[in-house]
């Protein structure tokens, strides 16, 4: 029976060889399930988020959601941002361990009625490009065993030249349509979301889903609190193998407190966001008891007279660190602008870093 493989073989600038080696294993471990059975990882893409500001929070941004970005981390903060003369723009491309994965996020809130209401829209896109794709048989490998498994240190010898078998992309795209509506106990917002993924060998998918946000800026004096359940009735993605992948809800709540320093004329926002799962998910989450599993997001941010901000996190543990600065009423008294970078380390795989532009007139 013939397996197919996938290996990125084009050249990659890495400083030792350790990184080059666990680069192609987490290559090939991905596109291997790619072409064999990719179902098992439609969505994960849209894990990534939006904007370089949540991103240096440690993604820790549900209860705040104040900016263009909150059509993905909870359409429930768009009337809080909305404004019957002003809408806002976000746009953020991340190159993820070097330049390995290409990321690209845009999203965009329209006002509806002030403070009452407001919609928005999101598009993402993940690629990685230049994919080798080899498809692997016995025939390929001289090998000393008898199996079907490449093993150098067992002096064993590949019998094919890569450079015949073409090169191929991959591509995640998400669509997400959202709306915002004040209440009486604080806003409410909901996303529909359309996602495709063409990976090697032609295989491809499509899935439709739901996210429900809640959002509460007074809590308790300037407490916050944000609600959202990811894939509220489950996602089907339906892929062209004929398999079918669903997607289990995901709630995350998160709270978050401004500090005023009159002092300084700055104010200090920590936030603290938990992913809560049933999806017997273990390993691949911080903590895990049977089928239920959770992330922790921690974030803070410094904020100097509404000019310069300085940014810090943990994304389930990964340090990150960022900074930017907002100019308002730039190029007259309508439009203000906003610069953010975010960078996230990695003890293995190079960095991965974030810029992000926010625009508002």
């Not at 928005?120 to 794709?133: F, P, Q, S």
């Not at 806003?187 to 889903?209: F, H, P, W």
């Not at 407190?257 to 992913?275: H, N, R, T």
């Not at 997001?297 to 994304?315: F, K, N, P, S, Y």
Request: hydrophobic fraction near 45%.
């Amino acid at each position: 029976m013939m397996r197919v493989t996938s290996v990125k073989l084009s050249p990659v600038k890495m400083e030792n060889p350790m990184k080059k080696i666990i680069w192609a294993i987490c290559i090939f471990a991905v596109f291997c399930a790619s072409s064999t059975n990719a179902e098992n990882y439609a969505g994960e893409f849209m894990a990534l988020g939006g904007g370089a500001r949540a991103m240096a929070m440690g993604g820790a941004f549900v209860s705040i959601s104040d900016d263009a970005t909150s059509t993905f981390w909870n359409p429930a903060g768009i009337p809080f941002y909305s404004d019957p003369e002003r809408a806002g723009v976000s746009f953020m491309h991340s190159e993820r361990f070097g330049d390995i994965i290409n990321y690209n996020y845009l999203s965009a809130v329209m006002p509806l009625e002030r403070g009452k209401s407001g919609w928005g829209v999101t598009l993402m896109h993940m690629g990685i490009n230049d994919i080798r794709v080899i498809p692997m048989n016995q025939d390929m490998i001289i090998n000393s065993d008898g199996d079907d498994r490449y093993e150098p240190w067992l002096e064993e010898r590949l019998n094919f030249d890569y450079r015949d078998f073409p090169l191929q992309n991959v591509n995640d795209y998400a669509l997400m349509l959202s709306y915002g509506q004040m209440m009486n106990f604080g806003a409410m917002g909901a996303s529909v979301k359309i996602i495709r993924n063409d990976q090697v060998n032609g295989v491809s998918s499509l899935g439709i889903g739901i996210d429900l946000g809640l959002l509460k800026k007074d809590l308790w004096r300037d407490l916050m609190l944000g609600v959202k359940l990811q894939d509220a009735t489950g996602t089907y993605i339906s892929w062209s193998t004929g398999k079918d992948e669903f997607i289990y809800p995901a709630l995350k709540v998160g709270l978050g407190y401004p500090f005023k320093i009159e002092a300084m004329k700055s104010v200090l926002l920590l936030a603290v966001d938990g992913d809560f799962r049933y999806a017997n998910r273990k390993q691949v989450d911080q903590f895990w008891v049977g089928r239920a599993s959770a992330d922790i997001h921690l974030g803070a941010e410094l904020m100097i007279r509404e000019l310069v901000a300085v940014r810090g996190g943990l994304d389930m543990g990964r340090a990150t660190i960022g900074a930017g600065f907002n100019l308002d009423n730039f190029l007259g008294n309508r439009v203000s602008i906003g610069l953010n970078y975010a960078l996230l380390d990695h003890d293995e795989l190079d960095t991965t870093h974030r810029v992000s532009m926010n625009l508002s007139y």
